[in-house]
């Protein structure tokens, strides 16, 4: 079964920035496009940010212009470069593969914008 380990998480002020990293197998980085996604409190969630297996990234229009994501195969992780972020910004972090998700999503990581 695909696993996927967020972490990275944490409280930031606006404006700060965080780092994000999901450790997933090196197979499925091969094969698969990987996402990360987010949930806001009581709301659905949402694809951010999307790489292929060749390294073409697209992003939520949300995001665009402070988010960056990228993987790296020998490390087996893919990780989400947040900058400038915003209180909306708020949310569980979640990643998975990037065009139909798994069933098996991992426990998140919390990413808390506040001043």
């Known amino acids: 079964q695909v696993q996927f380990v967020e972490s990275g998480g944490g409280l930031v002020q606006p404006g700060g920035s965080l780092r994000l990293s999901c450790a997933t197998s090196?197979?499925?980085?091969?094969?698969?496009?990987m996402g990360w996604y987010r949930q806001p409190p009581g709301e659905q969630r949402e694809l951010v940010a999307r790489?292929?297996?060749?390294?073409?990234?697209t992003y939520a229009d949300s995001v665009k212009g402070r988010f960056t994501i990228s993987k790296d195969n020998a490390k087996k992780t893919v990780y989400l470069q947040m900058n400038n972020l915003k209180p909306e910004d708020t949310a569980v972090y979640y990643c998975?593969?990037?065009?139909?998700?798994?069933?098996?999503w991992g426990r998140g990581t919390q990413v808390t914008v506040s001043s």
């Open positions: 998975n593969t990037g065009v139909t998700p798994r069933d098996s």
């Open positions: 090196e197979s499925v980085l091969r094969i698969y496009y």
């Open positions: 790489i292929s297996t060749g390294g073409s990234t």
